[in-house]
């Protein structure tokens, strides 16, 4: 079964303290890990995606297949982090849905 | 904006009635998904469109919902005989053509069925 875990609901950190937000997934192919954020009162947005290998706004996230994990880091956080973020799976149907599954969302509040 | 745009941005309806939501996506993206998100949940996927076919369709899409795209750019996605369970954020996201494309998502349609 295609799944995506995020055990945390909530996640507090001060300002300034690293974050690490946890992705777990199940799939039985290859997938396309991607984490997706909605900041308050706006859209859900692209955060990053594992294939691009790169740091957005500080975070960045590295697949390990061995663990299926696909977990968000940020070695400082600041205030502007705080939304809620969503990591989410696609398959690698090569050219045929691409529809994203998403975990339950962390909530990331950072504290001054 | 040249963002992704849902109309209406919340409809409050009576169980029973029949609702209808537009999506209008980016331009030159081809391919349209609806998803609905649920309290304390994430996304969940509904259907697919390429252009004006409708490629997959989610278990989650019963009987009574029914989704077009009938020109290859503007969605709508119907519920008949609405019920109380159906009441929940209706998103919509586009993406281009290319495997991995991002999917762009607009801001939602937020349905009370009282």
């Known amino acids: 079964a295609q799944r995506v875990t995020q055990p945390e609901k909530l996640l507090s950190v001060f300002k300034g303290a690293p974050v690490e937000l946890k992705c777990n997934y199940s799939?039985?192919?290859?997938?396309?890990l991607f984490w997706y954020v909605q900041y308050s009162r706006q859209r859900l947005q692209l955060l990053l995606r594992?294939?691009s290998r790169e740091s957005i706004k500080g975070f960045t996230a590295d697949l390990n297949k061995g663990e299926t994990s696909f977990h968000l880091k940020k070695p400082f956080a600041q205030e502007e982090d705080s939304a809620m973020y969503y990591c989410?799976?696609?398959?690698?149907?090569?050219?045929?849905?691409?529809?994203?599954?998403f975990g339950t969302g962390t909530l990331l509040a950072v504290q001054p | 904006d040249t963002g992704v745009s849902q109309d209406p941005r919340h409809k409050i309806t009576k169980r029973g009635q029949n609702v209808t939501f537009r999506c209008d996506p980016i331009?030159?993206?081809?391919?349209l998904y609806w998803y609905r998100q649920t309290l304390g949940q994430g996304p969940e996927f509904l259907t697919y469109f390429q252009n004006e076919a409708q490629l997959e369709k989610s278990r989650l899409l019963s009987d009574r919902f029914s989704a077009e795209r009938p020109k290859g750019s503007f969605s709508t996605l119907e519920i008949q005989r609405t019920e109380q369970g159906d009441s929940a954020m209706y998103l919509c996201?586009?993406?281009?053509?290319?495997?991995?494309?991002?999917?762009?998502f607009g801001p939602g349609t937020r349905l009370t069925v009282l």
């Open positions: 799939y039985s192919g290859s997938p396309e």
């Open positions: 331009s030159e993206h081809n391919r």
């Open positions: 996201a586009s993406s281009g053509q290319e495997i991995y494309n991002e999917q762009f």
């Open positions: 594992h294939i």
């Open positions: 989410a799976l696609s398959g690698r149907y090569g050219g045929a849905t691409n529809k994203l599954i």
